[in-house]
């Protein structure tokens, strides 16, 4: 069953953009670091998953299912 986190959308620049902050337990159970790639799905609600890891990535970890993600419903 999916579960769903809150999280705060913290302002990144002057032009009113905004990033997501994911905690630290979490990019290391995933494998996630800066620079990665992840997916958004947009359909009603926004999706965020993580892409899927490659053959060059030594370190593939993978968690409880295959697709991990987060859902934040649009208001």
Partial sequence: MPQIYERSLIRSGDEGSCVI???LAWLRYYGLGPGDK???IVNGDIIIRR???TENNVSEQK???EESSINKSQG
């Fill in 21 to 23: 902050s994911l905690p």
């Fill in 38 to 40: 992840v997916d958004m």
């Fill in 51 to 53: 892409k899927a890891k």
């Fill in 63 to 65: 968690g409880p299912n």
